[in-house]
């Protein structure tokens, strides 16, 4: 492709002279941009087959527009185009290049267009296409953490608060909680794909246009629900990019909390699972070392997607309608964090399933921290109608005593325990061991292995 044209032939007789150097530097967007090609293309096939059969393309004109942006297509994916800066952006690199291939029939194509709306449909459409593979990505990684829930349903383990041990539950349970996050992360993508989900092809600069084109016919086309209302609002509008970066944001926070959690859990002082070869690197110098990098990266990852959220508010904010060339500065933030939540999930996924939990060692650590003494009070509540309030008391004052005797509240010996509770029996130690406190809590949502397997098969369904 020609790299001899510069933007002011673009722009037509306006100026007569073309742009200072670093204005085409700072001007042109084709070194982002081109990642629209695909959508851009698509979105011109949809215009010039509206425009024919409105009576304003010719048929030859649109088989000569559609058969060289298809030619364009195929060299783009080859790679075999040569995208220049002196053309500003993906539009103009295609209609230039258009141009070359059929001549004037390619200046017929931007009529009752401008590139404020096609920029705006490209970017809508870029965008619900990368909402479609991250909702894949997120499915996947469910199922991933699906098949360790379900590996792992009775498999106990310390329950956390404050990073203090506060009650037994099954890893199971655990991993289920971030099914939970992960399933209200697609329906945040999938509300943002709902509302972006109108056309604003045809909306032209600012003010709609003057010509009898089809406007519900290009959105069916480009698979739209409906064209925008409001052309000045179709335009300027970049709260589609907002939402997405918003969903992004969200769901790049859970994985930072799953990452830390991997993080804290595959240091030798805590020894709960190991991390596969394929997620971890070495030391330079030390040579025991094992690296948790992959979800160290992940929990750093974040911050590119909140700078991007940030960014772009901070673009938008102060913009009078209708369109503003502030805007150009809308894509690389979002394709930065489109990638980088990409990026995540995959490396999220594969750590999940590769990842071998330590049973022995996350069944010795529920037995530490007192971690039953809620069911301590429970019983004294079930059995003895002893009101919470007092059983809660006189739990406290039995883990005092357990503590300042260097040993867990099974190991009282009962006589000891009656002095706090006389009404106490041996039947309270049943209720003191990790495995009876987490399948005592069966309650619909609980730790309960029972429970953990009826979620298991509640997501597997959703999922088919």
Request: with cysteine; hydrophobic share 45%.
């Amino acid at each position: 492709m020609s790299d001899t044209k510069s933007s002011n032939t673009m722009w037509g007789g306006r100026f007569a002279g073309g742009p200072a150097k670093v204005m085409e530097k700072i001007n042109a967007s084709i070194g982002f941009d081109q990642r629209f090609f695909e959508q851009d293309i698509r979105g011109s096939i949809a215009h010039a087959s509206m425009l024919a059969d409105q009576g304003i393309l010719t048929r030859d004109d649109l088989a000569a527009i559609t058969g060289g942006l298809n030619t364009i297509l195929g060299e783009i994916r080859e790679g075999r185009f040569e995208f220049s800066a002196a053309l500003e952006d993906i539009h103009m690199n295609v209609e230039n290049r258009l141009r070359e291939l059929i001549g004037d029939a390619a200046g017929r194509l931007h009529t009752a267009r401008s590139r404020n709306d096609q920029v705006a449909t490209d970017f809508k459409l870029w965008i619900r296409d990368t909402l479609d593979n991250i909702d894949g990505m997120l499915a996947d990684l469910q199922k991933a953490l699906l098949d360790q829930a379900d590996r792992h349903a009775e498999t106990v383990m310390p329950g956390f608060t404050h990073l203090q041990v506060a009650q037994p539950v099954t890893f199971g349970h655990h991993l289920m909680a971030y099914v939970e996050m992960t399933g209200r992360d697609r329906d945040r993508f999938a509300e943002s794909r709902r509302r972006l989900n109108e056309s604003p092809l045809g909306s032209a600069a600012l003010a709609g246009t003057s010509f009898p084109i089809d406007r519900d016919a290009t959105a069916a086309a480009l698979g739209f629900d409906r064209p925008t209302a409001n052309s000045l609002d179709a335009v300027s509008d970049r709260d589609f990019a907002l939402d997405f970066l918003h969903a992004a944001n969200v769901c790049a926070m859970h994985l930072s909390r799953l990452s830390e959690e991997l993080v804290i859990w595959s240091s030798a002082q805590f020894g709960f699972v190991k991390l596969s070869d394929a997620f971890s690197t070495g030391s330079s110098i030390m040579p025991q070392k094992r690296n948790p990098d992959a979800a160290e990266l992940v929990k750093a990852k974040i911050g590119r997607v909140t700078g991007a959220y940030v960014a772009l508010t901070s673009v938008m904010k102060g913009l009078p309608m209708a369109y503003g060339k502030d805007m150009q500065e809308d894509k690389e933030a979002v394709f930065d964090a489109a990638d980088t939540i990409e990026l995540s999930i995959t490396a999220m996924t594969g750590m999940i399933a590769d990842l071998l939990p330590n049973e022995a060692a996350l069944r010795n650590a529920a037995s530490q921290g007192f971690a039953t003494a809620t069911d301590f009070a429970d019983w004294l509540v079930q059995n003895l109608d002893t009101p919470f309030r007092d059983a809660h008391h006189a739990t406290g004052a039995a883990v005092k005593m357990a503590e300042d005797r260097g040993c867990d509240l099974g190991d009282l010996p009962l006589a000891d325990l009656q002095t706090i509770v006389p009404e106490l029996t041996e039947a309270v130690f049943d209720a003191l061991t990790v495995e009876r406190a987490v399948h005592g809590r069966n309650s619909y949502g609980g730790t309960a292995p029972a429970q953990v397997r009826a979620q298991v098969a509640r997501w597997r369904e959703m999922l088919k």
